[in-house]
């Protein structure tokens, strides 16, 4: 897997905790806050390539969401955004960066909506997740497949699933992609899959009421969307939507890149972040 560029050493001071709600987090660097909300075939080590990197020019936290690496199950109901906010209000962050991956994207616009005089800013990578909307048909079929194998206990089918929908994608070959991207992927989704559940109907999501997806006019902070074109057409699709709905937003469209961007291009995508926080911060400077 590419490094994103970064040579000799750096030294880091890293600092790691969890909410009182379970959330497992860590944090570098200092200056403004920009939080990475991972995808939902991944935890908080997908930011691995430009964790460094990043943590070089701001203050960057990123955390496990609720299922994923670290985190405890919860003990009551919950919401992935009520989750990112209670982290954000335990750390005291007041003005903030969210960068987030397909499910993470849906998390980041969430949180957005609910607490815009917070959220600088906006980077969303393949959105998906609660900008989905319903379902959409061409997504149902890996989803199933996935529900099969773990119903029949076959871990190593349901990663491979994963694997081909969300790395190789719709339309790739599984040998048009890094191996190594596909193994880091693969050890991410296949912890997801082995941490234990909890009693759903006792601690139930609780989704945002109206959904996102249908919310992304009200966004009014800077927004960047990078989407692979080799990605699955609904989600290309929201990307385009958010293009469109939302005022003074920029899509980047990345030919021959499926759903994880940042790690099939982590040098390129750690240099579009950078550009377009240090653009916002230099705008918000002049506002000011």
């Known amino acids: 897997m590419e490094a994103a560029g970064h040579t000799g050493p750096v030294e880091t001071r890293i600092l790691e905790g969890r909410t009182v709600g379970g959330l ?9 806050a920009l939080v990475l909300i991972h995808a939902g075939v991944a935890d908080r ?3 691995d390539p430009q964790w460094i990197g990043l943590g070089s020019a701001f203050r960057v936290i990123r955390y496990d969401a609720r299922g994923f690496g670290e985190t405890l199950p919860p003990a009551g109901g919950w919401s ?11 750390l005291a962050l007041e003005r903030i960066h969210l960068v987030g991956a397909s499910m993470g994207a849906g998390i980041a616009v ?3 909506l609910d607490r815009p005089g917070t959220v600088a800013s906006l980077v969303l990578i393949a959105p998906g997740g609660a900008l989905l909307g319903d379902a959409p048909d061409a997504l149902r079929a890996p989803w199933r497949a996935e529900g099969e194998a773990l ?5 190593d089918a349901a990663v491979e699933v994963n694997l081909r929908a969300w790395v190789d994608g719709p339309a790739r070959s599984r040998e048009a992609v890094d191996p190594a991207v596909r193994a880091f ?19 139930p999501e609780n989704e945002m009421e109206p959904s996102a997806a249908g919310r992304l006019g009200e966004l009014d902070m800077p927004v960047l969307v990078v989407v692979g074109m080799a990605d699955w057409p609904p989600i290309i699709e929201v990307a385009e939507r958010i293009g469109r709905e939302v005022p003074g937003s920029r899509v980047v469209r ?5 759903h994880l961007p940042s790690l099939e291009r982590p040098a390129e995508f750690e240099r579009l972040v950078r550009e377009f926080i240090v653009g916002v911060q230099a705008g918000a400077a002049q506002a000011g």
């Open 24 to 32: 497992a987090w860590e944090g570098t660097g200092d200056g403004e």
């Open 45 to 47: 080590r997908m930011w």
């Open 80 to 90: 992935h955004h009520g989750d990112l906010s209670a982290l954000l209000d335990e």
């Open 110 to 112: 969430e949180v957005a």
């Open 151 to 155: 119903d029949r206990g076959d871990l």
């Open 185 to 203: 992927v693969g050890t991410m989704q296949r912890r997801a899959f082995e941490l234990a559940d909890w009693d759903h109907d006792g601690a």
């Open 254 to 258: 990345w030919p021959g890149v499926a």
